[in-house]
């Protein structure tokens, strides 16, 4: 695939006698936004724990710019470029939001006139100075957006970031993955959110019981009558 930053070769993931993920392929090519949706227990978790680096696969790997990285640890793939965001959000109470941001790039990538200007652009310059506990949980997951940005990613990995968010926030957070990282980087979206697929991204990946059951354009997937079988009693889009 041309330009592509990013791919994971063959992975399959056991759990003793019990199969995550069975023979998962896909890539992501420079500066394109790709979803992957899928049923609950469909594998997303178990996909991003091994696109990160919390665990590694029982076959197959992982490759950043054509380099093997399947046996790194989380903290070498981020050096390397490969960044992400949690489910969960997994922010230090008291500290600040600039306090964060210089967190963020402890192995020193960005300059603090390139964390502020990324503060500014993600709206979050006035907060600087403010404990990230008294953030709304929207600016919160914007923030930890930030920090990964901020480590110069070329493969952003977003898990759920509109997760928990009101209407208004899960806008700000469409317009930033647009605006902000489609074009610039390569993107991995973990979303249920359908509309925020449709919205952001440029391709779709289906997982179901742990293997790929269909991709392609976001209109032509969600068409898919197999897709939309899968989905079917699942009204929360799981
Ligand atoms: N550590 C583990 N040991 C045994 N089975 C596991 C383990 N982790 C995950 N599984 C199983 O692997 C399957 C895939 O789980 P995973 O959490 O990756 O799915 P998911 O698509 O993220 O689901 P959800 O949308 O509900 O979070 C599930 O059947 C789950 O029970």
Redesign the pocket.
Same mark, same amino acid.
């Given at each position: 695939m041309d330009n592509e930053v990013f791919r994971v070769e063959g992975v399959s993931?056991m !759990?003793?006698a !019990?199969q995550?993920?069975n023979d998962v392929s896909l890539g992501v090519r420079h500066g394109e936004v790709l979803a992957i949706i899928?049923? +609950?227990?469909?594998?997303?978790?178990?996909?991003? +724990?091994i696109v990160s680096g919390v665990f590694g696969p029982s076959r197959g790997r992982v490759l950043l710019e054509g380099a093997d990285i399947t046996a790194f640890s989380p903290q070498r793939r981020t050096r390397l470029g490969l960044s992400r965001t949690f489910q969960i959000t997994s922010l230090f109470g008291g500290m600040t939001v600039a306090e964060h941001m210089q967190l963020a790039v402890r192995g020193g990538d960005t300059l603090g006139h390139e964390r502020a200007e990324l503060l500014e652009e993600m709206g979050l310059a006035g907060s600087a100075p403010r404990p990230v506990d008294t953030l709304s949980h929207g600016d919160q997951r914007i923030l930890e957006m930030a920090m990964a940005m901020a480590t110069k990613p070329k493969v952003l990995l977003l898990d759920e970031p509109t997760a928990g968010m009101s209407v208004a926030e899960t806008d700000t957070m469409i317009r930033l993955i647009c605006d902000r990282l489609r074009g610039k980087v390569g993107v991995i979206i973990?979303e249920?959110d359908m509309s925020v697929v449709t919205q952001t991204s440029d391709r779709v990946t289906v997982?179901a019981a742990?293997a790929v059951a269909a991709s392609g354009s976001p209109e032509a997937v969600l068409r898919d009558p197999l897709v939309k079988e899968l989905y079917l009693g699942s009204a929360a889009g799981?």
């Open positions: 993931k !759990f003793g !019990f995550a993920l899928g049923p +609950n227990g469909a594998g997303k978790t178990t996909f991003v +724990n973990i249920h997982l742990g799981h």
